[in-house]
């Protein structure tokens, strides 16, 4: 299971009713944090889940809505007695600019991990497989997927069958062979596993339709409402409501949820139909919106 909450849905700056866009993800005992701008510490506290064990944030680019609120949160994991590592992936140019953040943040009790991502690099956390492609905008900049497998069903009674002691099972379950009898002996087929998009600050484009595809949720920037303003998405390398819904149909995910909406638009909700229009499973985002992702149930 993956659990989401949108912990700010706004771009450029913050607002007194809107933090900046910031995502965050639930996995076992992890937490995952996709951008980290001004305020962002503020509103994790008000969310609740904790800072505390966040163990990697994904930042999309280094404009200062998306990562200047960096040093609090490091500092704030410091003061809650964090010893464990913590891994910081991004763009290129990322090292500069967390390096020049941490002038203020100078000394602290774990080592922080910095790694510029190339398109389709990956990163592992666990089980948990982050991969990204390039986004379409005025500075380098990465869009992400991240997938949970799920393991295949062990067959307990074709490991009875061949005779496989209980105490043994654990290891064939981790892929391991005993007694000369292989895990495809005694597993089902395989199953489908989470999958979640992380999509702002961009153009649509192949390449983020491609690596989106079929995602159970897509998280993704709808920075203007309405489809007169689209020009100005084209300019300033955003996405409209509309746009982000056909970017959601043509990769075939399950459902959109909508972040990174302008200062200007005030009521996200009036511009729903122009989204809901292209594709009907649309959720305007609001602050500390949460749900939860569960494998799917098996035929």
Same mark, same amino acid.
């Given at each position: ?15 007194p +009713?809107?933090? =900046? ?12 944090? *996709?951008d ?5 510490q503020?509103?994790l ?6 800072? %505390?064990h966040?163990?990697?944030?994904l930042?999309?680019h280094v ?6 609120g ?5 500092l704030?994991?410091a +003061? ?6 913590l891994?910081? #992936? ?6 500069s #600019?967390? $390096?020049?953040l941490?002038?203020v943040?100078?000394?602290?009790p *774990? !080592? ?6 190339? &398109? +389709?690099?990956?990163?592992? =956390?666990?089980?948990? %497989? ?14 992400? @997927? ?15 069958a061949?005779?496989? &002691? ?12 005993? $007694?000369?009898?292989?895990?495809? !002996? ?13 999509v702002t ?26 489809d ?10 955003h996405?409209?409501f %509309? ?6 149909? @043509? ?11 302008? &200062? ?9 139909? $122009?989204? @809901? !229009?292209?594709? !009907? ?15 799917p149930?098996?035929s």
């Amino acid at each position: 299971m993956l659990d989401v909450a949108l912990v700010g849905t706004g771009g450029t700056f913050p607002l007194p +009713n809107r933090w =900046l866009s910031s995502v965050l993800i639930r996995y076992g005992s992890h937490l995952v944090l *996709f951008d980290c701008g001004e305020g962002t510490q503020i509103s994790l506290r008000a969310l609740g889940w904790g800072i %505390r064990h966040i163990d990697l944030i994904l930042i999309s680019h280094v404009h200062g809505d998306h990562i200047t609120g960096l040093a609090g949160l490091l500092l704030t994991q410091a +003061n809650s007695e964090r010893i464990e590592p913590l891994q910081i #992936v991004g763009p290129p140019g990322l090292a500069s #600019v967390v $390096n020049g953040l941490r002038v203020v943040a100078p000394r602290l009790p *774990f !080592e922080v991990g910095l790694r510029e991502l190339s &398109p +389709n690099d990956t990163v592992e =956390l666990d089980e948990l %497989r982050v991969t990204c492609v390039t986004a379409d905008h005025h500075v380098p900049c990465l869009a992400y @997927r991240l997938d949970l497998p799920r393991a295949a069903r062990f067959l307990p009674e074709r490991a009875r069958a061949l005779r496989i &002691p209980q105490h043994d099972w654990g290891q064939l379950q981790r892929g391991e062979t005993v $007694n000369g009898v292989t895990p495809a !002996e005694v597993l089902g087929p395989s199953r489908r596993g989470l999958a979640i998009g992380l999509v702002t600050d961009t153009r649509p484009s192949d390449a983020i339709a491609e690596l989106i595809s079929g995602v159970d949720l897509l998280v993704c920037e709808a920075t203007f409402g309405s489809d007169e303003d689209q020009p100005r998405a084209v300019e300033r390398k955003h996405m409209t409501f %509309r746009e982000a819904a056909l970017l959601a149909k @043509r990769a075939g995910a399950k459902r959109l949820l909508l972040t990174h909406f302008s &200062p200007a638009v005030v009521d996200p909700e009036d511009y729903i139909q $122009n989204a @809901r !229009e292209v594709f !009907e499973q649309t959720t305007v985002g609001r602050d500390h919106l949460t749900m939860s992702l569960r494998f799917p149930p098996e035929s």
